[in-house]
């Protein structure tokens, strides 16, 4: 490399923190923050942006390109589209307070068919729930998918 090319590069920044979702959860900072389901987070955002193209002061709502973005990828990916569906999920997932809020987060917006699929996608189950109890959660969590045409 010239040295006139070494004067020009950029240096990368180094990574931030040392957050990891392994088979131990490493989060940092966000160790105890409440996490959302995808389903969630569409119920959040679609009723704040409701409430504002309700609002008269409010200038014009979806002028946000990264709204924009945000809102289509939760339509995307939400699992659960009613709101009675998506409090039916968190229920049975708060009824499980040996996993974390992250893992919770992620159970309900991955939706896995198989215990064995979960603790792949989200290692740190291993240790926390036995295959019988995870496989008969995301059974429950499953049978809401259904009702949600």
Do not use: W
Not at 7 to 17: D, H, V, Y
Not at 107 to 127: N, Y
Not at 135 to 144: A, W
């Amino acid at each position: 490399m010239s040295t006139n090319a070494a004067q020009t590069m950029r240096k990368r920044a180094p990574p931030q923190g040392d957050e990891e979702a392994g088979a131990e959860l490493k989060l940092g900072e966000f160790q105890d923050v409440d996490a959302l389901t995808h389903s969630e987070a569409a119920l959040v955002i679609n009723a704040l942006v409701a409430k504002r193209k309700m609002d008269k002061d409010s200038k014009r709502v979806n002028d946000s390109e990264m709204l924009n973005k945000t809102l289509e990828y939760l339509d995307h990916f939400a699992r659960f589209k009613r709101k009675e569906n998506v409090e039916a999920v968190e229920r049975l997932l708060s009824a499980h307070p040996e996993l974390a809020k992250f893992e919770r987060a992620q159970l309900g917006s991955l939706c896995c068919e198989l215990a064995e699929e979960a603790k792949t996608l989200v290692p740190s189950l291993a240790d926390k729930i036995s295959d019988d109890d995870l496989q008969e959660l995301l059974n429950e969590i499953n049978k809401h998918r259904g009702y949600d045409g």
